[in-house]
């Protein structure tokens, strides 16, 4: 039994140090990767990039929880403890349905590999509207923990004084009562079971307050023509059989002309053509599943037609 002890605090004090050099190997990537050059940044790592720092915050936070829950299997590991503070991230780039797109694929993933984990999403617009909701939002996250909290539209908090001067109302105490909040939770002895991620398009316009709130950042790029035609793949391809009029020269062709359109705005095209295809769910009867009868009739000619209606995000 000392052996399995021992043997339980060596693998947990590995697991520990490899969650520290994960996190120092994270910031570095950020560090040598962060910017508006394309080059250095892609979709998936961009994505990975996240993934990665939510897995190394989420795990370890479940582990510590299971320790409490059997104390037996504590003993003498206080040292291995990570001290760590509130988690801030903001995810930015240029098409806001690219970044929606992007943070909810990467939630997707952690929800299947870390359970228990409450995740909120919430819209600028939604909170503005509601004079208790932040305040709401905050102590379920408090209560129900380890949790995620994705704000979205998060630039409405312009930058310009002149305009922050004019704002009335809900909008300028929802300004007062977010800063004031995330200001308490770094005090909190608690906070780190909370990651908050803030979302924009417009990042030249966010507060210089609410800028500084967020300590890391993640910049998202549109796809590549490469990922835009694996995800034509993905959405298609596999549905294939033998009436598809669509090869892979013909997706390939059709994620080179869709340059500045993200996946959401692909997904889109796809749902229009679904909608409004004779051949399979016409009249609405798609309700924005792609559907194996649709995507039997699917052509080039229509993809392109479509793509004249929706124009990118």
Known sequence: MENIEKNDGQQQDTKSNSFVEQEAQYRQMILNNYGDNDNKITYKSSRKLLESF??????????????????N????????????????????GESRSSIIHFVNDALNRIAHCCTHIMIIHIS???????????????????????????????????????????????????????????????????NEDIIIIGQTNLLNNLHAKILKLFRKHIYVPEPTIDERYRFLLNEISEQYNDHCLLN?????????ITKNYS?????????????????????GDCDFNIDQSSINGLTLEMLMRSKQKIPPS
Do not use: W
């Open 248 to 256: 892979e020269q013909d997706i390939r062709y059709f994620s080179e």
């Open 73 to 92: 299997n504590n003993n003498n590991n206080n040292h291995n403890k990570i001290a760590r503070e509130l988690q801030t991230i903001l995810v930015h």
């Open 54 to 71: 939510l897995k190394i915050c989420l795990k370890q936070q479940l582990r510590e929880r299971c320790q409490n829950i059997h104390p």
């Open 263 to 283: 996946f959401a705005d692909l997904r889109t095209i796809i749902e229009h053509v679904c909608i409004n295809n004779d051949n399979g769910g016409g009249g």
């Open 124 to 190: 600028m617009d939604r909170l503005i509207e509601s004079r208790h909701s932040l305040e709401n939002i905050f102590k379920v996250a408090n209560k129900m923990h380890p949790s995620i909290i994705c704000i979205e539209d998060i630039d409405r908090f312009m930058m310009n004084d002149t305009q922050q001067s004019k704002l009335k109302g809900n909008f300028k105490r929802l300004f007062n009562q977010f800063i004031d909040f995330i200001n308490n939770l770094k005090q909190n002895n608690n």
